[in-house]
């Protein structure tokens, strides 16, 4: 086992993207080989402030590190798989094995600035998979013209790299894990309070594509004390320990805020693996990967970036060497 399974998290919604990129390049520097970064038009509180165009900012984040990325995109709303299909294209194109692409079906708050109407689950994945479709065959060269949930109409991509970006899905529940497995290079997931919930979604992932990659996404709070490591994560993280499927609904962060008013400190730590020992933070990275995943996503919910990227940098990546 090397440090080589762990990645930085870059939040769009709680940094302005200068900021993003300067915390990007430190994590580098302390020796993260791999990094995740958000793609949404809304951040999930008024608190947290911030939501640049992930799109616009991984040109620099890439040409400034040794760092892979990768991103989560929801294909066929706000964004025409067409131009993802270019966008990740020129990047894979320029930087042939650090950049990586995943989808997701979305959330209302981001994809439905279109005016969109949104659709229940079932209808948003067969959406998602044919927005993969698209994408995967202008990648491999051919004239696209299509005509369903989105259109396409004679489009050819001539930017191409040798290799196509991985395309990776992203699951929350098993069922949608499972069905990934059928069509998706590899899965990324978020880790939950229920670690046997989060196994039964790899497991489900990996009885059907056992040789594919899966990538876990933790939220950690770190601080040099308790109290700030809980206060940070309330501040930051509490709209996101909302529970059951209502946030697929919520258009606004004002939307958000009025929901996770009604979250409590213990919810939080509930959700979000609150410590001030590095060594706990540790033991839960292990137990991440004793699930079977090939890579864990730390994302830092408070907003002391640099203390905990130096941190881990010192004290947790080396026991994964």
């Given at each position: 086992?090397?440090?080589?399974?762990?990645?930085?998290?870059?939040?769009?919604?709680?940094?302005?993207?200068?900021?993003?990129?300067?915390?990007?390049?430190?994590?580098?520097?302390?020796?993260?080989?791999?990094?995740?970064?958000?793609?949404?038009?809304?951040?999930?509180?008024?608190?947290?402030?911030?939501?640049?165009?992930?799109?616009?900012?991984?040109?620099?984040?890439?040409?400034?590190?040794?760092?892979?990325?990768?991103?989560?995109?929801?294909?066929?709303?706000?964004?025409?798989?067409?131009?993802?299909?270019?966008?990740?294209?020129?990047?894979?194109?320029?930087?042939?094995?650090?950049?990586?692409?995943?989808?997701?079906?979305?959330?209302?708050?981001?994809?439905?600035?279109?005016?969109v109407d949104w659709p229940i689950k079932e209808e948003r994945n067969a959406r998602l998979e044919e927005c993969a479709t698209i994408?995967?065959?202008?990648?491999?060269?051919?004239?696209?013209?299509?005509?369903?949930?989105?259109?396409?109409?004679?489009?050819?991509?001539?930017?191409?790299?040798?290799?196509?970006?991985?395309?990776?899905?992203?699951?929350?529940?098993?069922?949608?894990?499972e069905w990934l497995a059928e069509w998706a290079d590899g899965m990324i997931t978020i880790a939950t309070p229920n670690h046997e919930?989060?196994?039964?979604?790899?497991?489900?992932?990996?009885?059907?594509?056992?040789?594919?990659?899966?990538?876990?996404?933790?939220?950690?709070?770190?601080?040099?004390?308790?109290?700030?490591?809980?206060?940070?994560?309330?501040?930051?993280?509490?709209?996101?320990?909302?529970?059951?499927?209502?946030?697929?609904?919520?258009?606004?962060?004002?939307?958000?805020?009025?929901?996770?008013?009604?979250?409590?400190?213990?919810?939080?730590?509930?959700?979000?693996?609150?410590?001030?020992?590095?060594?706990?933070?540790?033991?839960?990275?292990?137990?991440?990967?004793?699930?079977?995943?090939?890579?864990?996503?730390?994302?830092?919910?408070?907003?002391?970036?640099?203390?905990?990227?130096?941190?881990?940098?010192?004290?947790?990546?080396?026991?994964?060497?």
């Amino acid at each position: 086992m090397t440090a080589d399974v762990l990645g930085y998290h870059a939040s769009h919604e709680q940094f302005a993207p200068s900021e993003v990129l300067e915390y990007a390049q430190l994590a580098d520097e302390e020796g993260f080989e791999h990094a995740l970064a958000s793609d949404h038009f809304h951040p999930w509180s008024e608190q947290q402030g911030e939501s640049g165009l992930v799109w616009s900012w991984l040109g620099s984040a890439l040409e400034a590190t040794d760092l892979t990325f990768g991103t989560v995109n929801a294909p066929g709303y706000r964004y025409h798989p067409a131009i993802i299909a270019q966008g990740a294209a020129t990047l894979r194109e320029m930087y042939p094995e650090q950049f990586w692409l995943a989808v997701g079906s979305g959330q209302v708050l981001n994809e439905g600035i279109t005016g969109v109407d949104w659709p229940i689950k079932e209808e948003r994945n067969a959406r998602l998979e044919e927005c993969a479709t698209i994408m995967r065959r202008l990648w491999d060269g051919e004239e696209v013209t299509h005509h369903g949930r989105v259109d396409v109409e004679q489009a050819t991509l001539y930017s191409r790299p040798e290799t196509p970006p991985p395309l990776i899905g992203a699951a929350l529940s098993e069922e949608t894990a499972e069905w990934l497995a059928e069509w998706a290079d590899g899965m990324i997931t978020i880790a939950t309070p229920n670690h046997e919930d989060d196994a039964a979604r790899v497991e489900a992932f990996r009885e059907h594509a056992p040789e594919k990659p899966v990538y876990l996404k933790a939220q950690h709070s770190y601080a040099s004390d308790e109290e700030a490591a809980l206060e940070g994560a309330v501040e930051q993280w509490r709209n996101q320990c909302i529970p059951g499927t209502v946030t697929q609904e919520l258009r606004t962060p004002e939307d958000y805020d009025e929901l996770g008013a009604q979250i409590s400190d213990e919810d939080v730590e509930a959700n979000v693996r609150v410590s001030a020992d590095l060594e706990e933070h540790r033991e839960w990275i292990e137990q991440d990967l004793e699930l079977d995943v090939d890579r864990v996503y730390l994302h830092n919910v408070n907003t002391n970036q640099e203390e905990f990227i130096e941190a881990f940098g010192e004290d947790v990546l080396p026991a994964f060497d």
